[in-house]
């Protein structure tokens, strides 16, 4: 059964909910547009991958890239949330990698078939620790970032969110329902960008959550 950590206690993760093209700079290094409505996709819980692991690159791909995210845990069931209501619902924040076979994606865009083989392989959801929602004062005000070999590759802050996340939590819960143990992945800024074996990859959210991950 896949868990994650919330201030040292394990949490069953249900579903993995990951949002696309949520901040404006990312959308435009893709070559893409900004969406009317939150763009949704899943990963399995097979895919997780908690702090200090190795990430594997699929065969498949020869372009996996990391996309560094704010993750959101959810701690209880919710189902045609407010906005205004939406907040109450989180658990825990924390950081992670929706990796991304990027070949493997444009292959699947052209043919207008679904993502799954470029988001859901086994590794591709990484995600640290998760810090209480009660230590978060304001989580669209939150830094993030991402390392590479020491080098920093991306850098994000919540409030450049083209659908915040009381929108997203509340979109979610009315299109989907929302599960207790259910983490949101609210997409990545730009930056993204290839991984190679032997790479190792430190993630920090704003004094929060810290996370390192190796690539085999
Ligand atoms: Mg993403």
């Given at each position: 059964m896949a868990t994650v950590s919330l201030a040292g206690r394990d949490v069953t993760v249900s579903n993995i909910f990951c949002i696309g093209r949520n901040y404006a700079a990312h959308v435009a290094e893709l070559g893409n547009r900004p969406e009317a409505e939150p763009l949704v996709f899943l990963k399995p819980t097979s895919a997780l991958l908690a702090d200090g692991g190795r990430i594997e690159l699929p065969a498949y791909s020869q372009d996996v890239h990391h996309e560094t995210e704010l993750v959101v845990l959810i701690g209880r069931d919710a189902r045609h949330v407010a906005e205004a209501d939406a907040?109450?619902?989180?658990?825990g924040y924390g950081i992670g990698l929706d990796l991304t076979a990027r070949d493997t994606q444009s292959e699947l865009k052209a043919k207008g078939m679904p993502w799954t083989k470029a988001k859901?392989?086994?590794?591709?959801?990484c995600v640290s620790a998760f810090a209480p929602a009660?230590?978060?004062?304001?989580?669209?005000?939150l830094t993030f970032s991402l390392t590479v070999n020491g080098e920093r590759r991306q850098q994000g802050d919540t409030?450049?969110?083209?659908?915040?996340l009381a929108q997203l939590i509340s979109f979610l819960s009315q299109h989907y329902g929302l599960t207790a143990g259910d983490l949101i992945y609210t997409g990545t800024p730009e930056g993204v960008a290839r991984l190679q074996s032997g790479d190792a990859l430190t993630l920090s959210l704003d004094g929060l959550a810290q996370a390192q991950f190796t690539v085999a």
């Open positions: 907040l109450d619902y989180v658990a859901a392989f086994a590794t591709a959801a009660s230590a978060v004062a304001n989580p669209q005000a409030a450049l969110m083209l659908f915040p």
